[in-house]
């Protein structure tokens, strides 16, 4: 693995392969967020504009609330009967938000098999992908930021709002809404030129955030008037029973950002979410920290992955007792 942060590559390299490929396919990881998604579209519609055959080709679905982007009902689930040939046929492959195969699940093989000449372009450390022209850099807030470099030294580039709006969504999702530990006045900057081009950041928020059902915000409802606080108030514990999904209609994937609350109480340093997912047995674990509270440590030790300060596991249990008994245990480590 090289662990190399930065991997800044020419970039005037970058765009050549670019404007000499043909067919081109952009991928990202599985379970795809907003940075996943608005960067792939950027380059899709950068891509459109400039008459080149490119695909976008994903693990997963587009999430609902990321569906509304210019180019995003043509993203395409990979299905190997029906577009495996696209990247086999695919002389650039780009790979974005992401930094080593395993992250596309299904797709992985055929991604690192293709014949396909492959730029990464990503803001994660442990880059472990071969390819002789990257842009990584872990300094940067989102890959929406990376591309946004890229488009810049692109001297016939024209920012459309297509482009504008899917880096917007790009940036402001990764950054927290412009409040994470990266987000810097250069950052600031650029979002001052895609507002410019046509981003509309009330009409953004309103269609990535504000799409929340009914039933979700009861389930936060019950998860919140049931939080725990332990280690002298430093974690906090939000823990979801299959009855609670099914008396409020949910499941465990309406959980999304809740987890995420239990950092806004004072003092807390890690939270916890602990779901049930009855029918499987198991339990979905989502860990938050801030500063250097390792939760990565924690899902490493439990079979799970992530970041220092996100990180998830799935655990096999027999009950939720015994399921935040294992997780306490190794929280204990961490304090
Ligand atoms: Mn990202």
Sequence with gaps: MNNNSNIINNINEIIKIFDNSKKIIISTHFNPDGDAIGSALALWNYFKINNKDALIIIADDVPKNMQFLEGANKILKFNPKTNLHHIKQADLIILEDMNDY???????????????????????????????NSLIDSNSSSTGELIWRIFSQISDFKLTKAIAEALYVAIATDTGNFRFPKTTAVLHRIIAEL?????????????????????????????????????????????????????????????EFFVEKTLSIEKVKIGILISEVYQRGEFKISLRSKDDY???????????????????????SQSMDNAIDTVLRNIQQIV
Aim: hydrophobic share 35%.
């Design 102 to 132: 395993s992250r596309s699940v299904m797709l992985a093989d055929e991604l690192q098999e293709a014949n396909a000449q492959k730029i990464v372009i990503d803001h994660h450390i442990g880059m472990n992908i071969n390819s002789n």
């Design 195 to 255: 507002i410019e081009g046509g981003a509309n950041p009330n009409y953004l928020y309103e269609n990535v955030y504000n799409q929340n059902s009914f039933t979700q915000m009861r389930l936060l409802g019950r998860a919140l008037s049931n939080l725990k606080l332990l280690y002298q108030g430093k974690v906090c514990l939000m823990a979801l029973s299959e009855k609670d999904f099914r008396e409020t209609q949910t499941n465990y994937r309406d959980t």
């Design 294 to 316: 390792n939760v990565q440590k924690v899902a490493f030790a439990l079979g799970g992955g992530g970041h220092i300060n996100a990180a998830g596991i799935t655990l096999k």
